[in-house]
């Protein structure tokens, strides 16, 4: 919020067919095209079957639109996925426990102050303070969290709080009468449209639209869709106000992913007005580079780019336009591949301020904003679904790793920045006090933690996250349960409910990091066949009630460099970044937490950085050795540093949580540095 490598992508870009061996065993090779189904450019309104709609939006009329393109991958529904027993699972449900701590009264007082209404509720801190310009957004996410927690967790509690602020929204949009739906009042908008100094009010209708709209689609809600419908009209009105140069320079103001909600009303409702305010927010200055695959991003501030990008992808899966595909294909590949760290974050300062494949200086207190992988995540998603290309997945499942997982902590505090320079810790907010754009996004985020493994093109399972977990497919009959300790154990296991014999291929993706010794059992016999790094493996059978089969993944350790100087690499293990425990001394929790009352702070003291991560290199160890690092017996993922003057020892980043760490390992042969390599 700004208040003010994996495969290179030239690699990504050029093998567009990936191998699937099958076993029992009908070899087949499935094509992955990369822009798959283009449709006719233009307008919307397509009735060609769209694959993404049902799995989305409840009851959908055939004469309502869809999507011209037609996705070679949709996501099981919420409701049909749930985990088990592990560390996402844990995570989730202390993700439940803090938002059933958020009282309803206090999340909705400022909406019924703006809207003249009485409240005796203790107004909340940080940016959801009276006197904050951005004051309703967390509100916005809360909703989104209880509609996809209810979803995904069938947690019954969370319909009815969601329920309740959209009831409580309702009075406030009534009582305001012109549709609009704020905390703050509509002299925010006309400061905008004046060009004077605002926060960002469309961020933060765009948060309560999205709220809304979830509220709809997992709890059927149908009042929240009605809010959803007036906050429209207002925009279109205020909008068509506006000629485009004042539009434009409106734009220049973060407005979140107005784009995408004002699509998506379209696509459940139908009413074409809202496509057409869609297209309002839309800047041909920032799409056009893209489009034309030139990297302009530098200078930008990051997260308020991502979301107009998954407004231009859900424009392109409406309209089929290639133009759309291009720009969220192009950034997609560029924020991945040459401006992001090995955890499959980006960001620095909240901007991209280098140029491609430069991140030499970006090591600080304030990398990767949070949200900026949230978003991120959400357009992989997208880009997955339009070509079944498991390689995205490779993304996804290290950047849930090594992002997102390990940014909240026991009691479901979340993070803003996660730093990625030596010596620092991770930094919380305060559960009544912070309320910063990433507490929200983080909300959200631990409320839908399966919605990624399991995917079908109506006919086949795709298998692309190894996490406990079980997916049910009514219409085939057909329940899958994955059991797995990963990653501290290389094997997966998949056991298979079928009312009737299930006829049809289950994908397991086989990631890019795997290494050698990769292995298939089914039905306790090893199956002579596997596949390559990068694709999926896809076992075609008629399935039968208790088959079951194992998957053996082994991971490797390797180091990877920062992008644009070989001496700084971070050390991996399969999809994994290692920090270096570098141990508490001096933290106290004032400096891990922010405040519970006064002005928020968004990341720790800056002057406390302590521990080193320079590796002396012995004789024969080149850059890319990994001979510096050695696992430590009888403990799973777990590394010590060989022939270091002060040994450290290394595990999963995402579970370093109230210490120092450190990510990148600046190499030297002992005595000198790299200087002329
Ligand atoms: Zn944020």
Redesign the pocket.
Known sequence: ?SSKKGISRRQFVASAVWTAVAAEIAPTIASAALAPGLGANGGPGGQEAGAGQASRIPPVSPALPQNRVKLLAEPFPLENVRLLEGPFLDAAKVNLGYLLSLPEDRLVHNFRVNAGLPSTAQPLGGWEAPEVELRGHFTGHYLSACGLGYASLGEEQLKQRGDAIVADLAKCQQGLGNGYLSAFPTSFFDRLKAGLGVWAPFYTLHKIMAGCLDMYTYCHNNQALAIAEGMADWTGKWAAGLDDNVMQRALKTEWGGMNESLYNLYAITGNKEYFATGRRFEKPSFFGPLAAHRDELKGLHV?THIPEVIGAARLYELTGDPYYHEVANYFWHEVTSERSYATGGTSNGEGWDTDPGDMSKALSLWSE????EYNTLKLTRQLYSWSADPRYMDYYERTLFNARMGTQDAAGMKM?YTPMQTGFWRFFNSRFNSF???TG?GAEEFSKLSDSIYFHNRSDVFVNLFIPSQVRWPEKGLTIRQETRFPDREETAFLIQAAQPFDGAINIRVPSWIGEGASVQLNEQPLPAFSNGGSYLQIRRKWANGDRFIVKLPMTLRTEALLGDPTQRAAMYGPLVLAGRLGTQGLTKQMQYDHDQGPTDLAPPRAAPEGSSEIALAPGQDLRSIGWLKPVEGQPVTFETVGQKTPVTLIPFYRVIGERYAIYWKLARSGRGFEGV
């Open positions: 919020m997260n904003e949070c949200c900026c803003y910063w754009c990433c996004t």
